[in-house]
Antibody, heavy 115, light 107 residues
Framework: QVQLQQSGTELVKPASSVKISCKAS????????MHWIRQQPGNGLEWIGW????????KYNQKFDGKATLTADKSSSTAYMQLSSLTSEDSAVYFC????????WGQGVMVTVSS | DIQMTQSPSSMSASLGDRVTITCRAS??????LSWFQQKPGKSPRRMIY???NLAAGVPSRFSGSRSGSDYSLTISSLESEDMAIYYC?????????FGGGTKLELK
């Protein structure tokens, strides 16, 4: 069965970076777009962008240009999102999701930015 | 960016009620509109795609409709398991944008 398993909770310091992962199983990783979505505490959903692991192509929400970098490792069927220059505004839950004719979501990763 | 204005932001209703939530798009999005349900501590779940199509496994009491630039999600007879936050999403133009959400609570 299709599963997206995300990495664990992160507590990181301001101005640092963090890289969260999303390990896919149960389907052809290279043939499906992987989306990333942010949910700030008590807030709604924001689409960050997608990566197509088959060729590494990416599409970003301009709002996250310079903030989020999406990569994928075909050998381990894992998608990654690196967030840089972290501030308290980046504290949020981050989801990976395969969106299409059938949707699959990771469980979400809570990132807390605090000194 | 396309703005999705969702209303109401919250509402309370009784079991068995008919409930309607609306999203208005700032530009033409055709039928590239989905509705998601999110329960506390859970990942979102798509309920409706293509404005009017029921996603697999979604109860038939849920339905989607469109009138011009207004898109609606209707629950014909509210059940306790429907208490959640609902979001619309447009996917015709990048960046994809969500509505602000509607929190549905039991009266």
């Amino acid at each position: 069965q299709v599963q997206l398993q995300q990495s664990g909770t992160e507590l990181v310091k301001p101005a640092s970076s963090v890289k969260i992962s999303c390990k896919a199983s149960g389907y052809t990783f290279t043939s499906n777009y992987m989306h990333w979505i942010r949910q700030q505490p008590g807030n709604g959903l924001e689409w960050i962008g997608w990566i197509y692991p088959g060729n590494g192509n990416t599409k970003y929400n301009q709002k996250f240009d310079g903030k989020a970098t999406l990569t994928a490792d075909k050998s381990s069927s894992t998608a990654y999102m690196q967030l840089s220059s972290l501030t308290s505004e980046d504290s949020a839950v981050y989801f990976c999701a395969r969106l299409g004719t059938e949707d699959y979501w990771g469980q979400g990763v809570m990132v807390t930015v605090s000194s | 960016d396309i703005q999705m204005t969702q209303s109401p932001s919250s509402m309370s209703a009784s079991l068995g009620d008919r409930v309607t939530i609306t999203c208005r798009a700032s530009q033409d999005i055709g039928n590239y509109l989905s509705w998601f349900q999110q329960k506390p501590g859970k990942s979102p779940r798509r309920m409706i795609y293509g404005a009017t199509n029921l996603a697999a496994g979604v109860p038939s009491r849920f339905s989607g409709s469109r009138s011009g630039s207004d898109y609606s999600l209707t629950i014909s007879s509210l059940e306790s398991e429907d208490m959640a936050i609902y979001y619309c999403l447009q996917s015709i133009q990048y960046p994809w944008t969500f509505g602000g959400g509607t929190k549905l609570e039991l009266k």
